[in-house]
């Protein structure tokens, strides 16, 4: 979906030679370029039916490569997991594996790709009745929402979040008295490039 590319970079067109970007410091290892690959929170939304490409509730203000601390904690003191069309918040252990890209063979070998599917797989493990019904309703009727994702560092998605659809909803129970109950939801959306993120200002509660 082409909303969801609204900060990917840009590239050469008219089949010129794309030229390389800046590169920083890839030799010195702190808390801002290590990044720990466990997905630990994801927010939706709902989509703004009067707006297209927009949530109902999008970080206001945001400007792409600045500092957001401001307009992020602000954003994030409107999300209510009770209050009818407010930004959800699950708690939960997530990842991103490698997206799948389609491509097709041209002339003389020549790769080209015609569109790159993201896949997020969240599991909650703390469920009681509400969340129970919220994930049924998930389940049952799946839809499209706006995401944002977190690690222990960053926030992904930019201002409007990423469009992504409600692929899959589980309930296994699997392991017997060795594991607990859980949801595992399946997110998938389309896009050229990762998501834009910004510094993750606030805890993981």
Same mark, same amino acid.
């Given at each position: 979906?082409?909303?969801?590319?609204?900060?990917?970079?840009?590239? *050469?067109?008219?089949?010129?030679?794309?030229?390389?970007? *800046?590169?920083?410091?890839?030799?010195? *290892?702190?808390?801002?370029?290590?990044?720990?690959?466990?997905?630990? &929170?994801?927010?939706?939304?709902?989509?703004?039916?009067?707006?297209?490409?927009?949530?109902?509730?999008?970080?206001?203000?945001?400007?792409? *490569?600045?500092?957001?601390?401001?307009?992020?904690?602000?954003?994030?003191?409107?999300?209510?997991?009770?209050?009818?069309?407010?930004?959800?918040?699950?708690?939960?252990?997530?990842?991103?594996? +490698?997206?799948?890209?389609?491509?097709?063979?041209?002339?003389?070998?020549?790769?080209?790709?015609?569109?790159?599917?993201?896949?997020?797989?969240?599991?909650?493990?703390?469920?009681?009745?509400?969340?129970?019904?919220?994930?049924?309703?998930?389940?049952?009727?799946?839809? +499209?929402?706006?995401?944002?994702?977190?690690?222990?560092?960053?926030?992904?998605?930019?201002?409007?979040?990423?469009?992504?659809? &409600?692929?899959?909803?589980?309930?296994?129970?699997?392991?017997?008295?060795?594991?607990?109950?859980?949801?595992?939801?399946?997110?998938?959306?389309?896009?050229?490039?990762?998501?834009?993120?910004?510094?993750?200002?606030?805890?993981?509660?």
């Amino acid at each position: 979906m082409a909303y969801n590319d609204l900060y990917t970079p840009s590239c *050469a067109t008219d089949c010129s030679a794309q030229l390389l970007a *800046a590169v920083g410091d890839t030799n010195c *290892a702190n808390d801002a370029t290590v990044e720990l690959a466990e997905i630990n &929170i994801i927010h939706l939304d709902e989509k703004d039916p009067l707006v297209p490409g927009s949530p109902i509730t999008p970080i206001a203000g945001y400007v792409a *490569a600045a500092d957001n601390e401001t307009v992020i904690l602000a954003w994030r003191a409107l999300h209510d997991n009770t209050v009818a069309s407010k930004v959800r918040t699950y708690v939960g252990i997530g990842e991103k594996p +490698e997206p799948n890209e389609t491509q097709v063979t041209l002339h003389k070998g020549k790769q080209f790709s015609i569109g790159i599917r993201h896949i997020l797989t969240y599991t909650i493990n703390v469920i009681d009745a509400d969340t129970y019904d919220a994930l049924r309703t998930l389940q049952a009727c799946k839809g +499209e929402y706006h995401l944002w994702f977190a690690t222990d560092t960053y926030l992904y998605g930019g201002d409007n979040g990423i469009i992504a659809d &409600i692929e899959k909803v589980t309930f296994p129970k699997t392991g017997g008295r060795t594991d607990n109950s859980k949801c595992i939801i399946t997110l998938g959306w389309t896009a050229k490039a990762d998501p834009i993120r910004d510094t993750l200002p606030y805890d993981v509660v």
